[in-house]
């Protein structure tokens, strides 16, 4: 698994095959077959590899809000070093052993805190697609920046910089007579964490997962 996320970090997804990892091993594309009957099953255990090898959050005693903290945090970081992944994980949702036992694990620390199995599953899903949507937007601004789609002049415009600093640097040089409250804003937001957006859509997030009672909806 770590030759083929090598390979897709490096070139792309589309290089992953099973004639291009056998050249890296060193070893007959047939051979990889006894252990992934085909490049679905491939696929599949990448995600698996990427959805697991997020680092595990202390979950004993931690109260349930800190804990979907910081899985959520621990999920972006892992995905923000593969962004030539991060399609792969959205469109490729994989149901294996290893995925599934995390799964089991967070919904039983929700029950534990007072959720429904129902409402900790809801709840799990929901950090995953905000976590997920928030990657992909970070993972097109780093591909169009490689493309140089947006430039300026002398070079690239927020080259290297995260989708929210980079949605910050198009506004940079409006006019402040006419636009004072965003001249402000953007002002504002240079001086902070290139997570804050992040930072704070999550807190109201789970905010709203205590606040927010089950209905059968």
């Not at 006894?34 to 595990?56: R, Y």
């Not at 799964?103 to 429904?116: H, I, K, R, W, Y």
């Not at 949507?133 to 490689?146: F, I, S, T, W, Y």
């Amino acid at each position: 698994m770590r030759t083929a996320i090598a390979i897709a970090d490096e070139e792309g997804l589309a290089s992953v095959s099973m004639r291009r990892i056998g050249a890296e091993l060193k070893v007959e594309a047939m051979a990889l077959y006894h252990h992934f009957p085909n490049k679905g099953a491939l696929l599949d255990a990448v995600v698996e590899q990427i959805s697991t090898s997020v680092p595990p959050v202390e979950i004993a005693g931690s109260p349930w809000d800190d804990v979907l903290r910081g899985y959520a945090r621990s999920q972006l970081n892992t995905l923000s070093e593969h962004p030539n992944l991060v399609d792969l994980v959205m469109t490729r949702p994989a149901v294996t052993t290893g995925n599934l036992a995390l799964l089991e694990a967070l919904v039983d620390f929700l029950c534990a805190a007072g959720f429904s199995a129902r409402r900790g599953l809801d709840m799990i899903y929901t950090i995953h697609e905000f976590v997920l949507m928030h990657a992909a937007l970070n993972a097109e601004v780093g591909k169009a920046a490689r493309r140089g789609a947006v430039r300026a002049e002398g070079g690239e415009r927020g080259g290297g910089m995260s989708g929210e600093l980079r949605q910050a640097a198009h506004l940079e040089g409006i006019s402040e007579a006419d636009f004072p409250r965003l001249v402000e804003a953007t002002g504002a937001a240079a001086r902070r964490s290139p997570t804050a957006r992040f930072d704070f859509a999550l807190d109201v997030l789970i905010a709203g997962f205590g606040e927010v009672p089950e209905s059968d909806r």
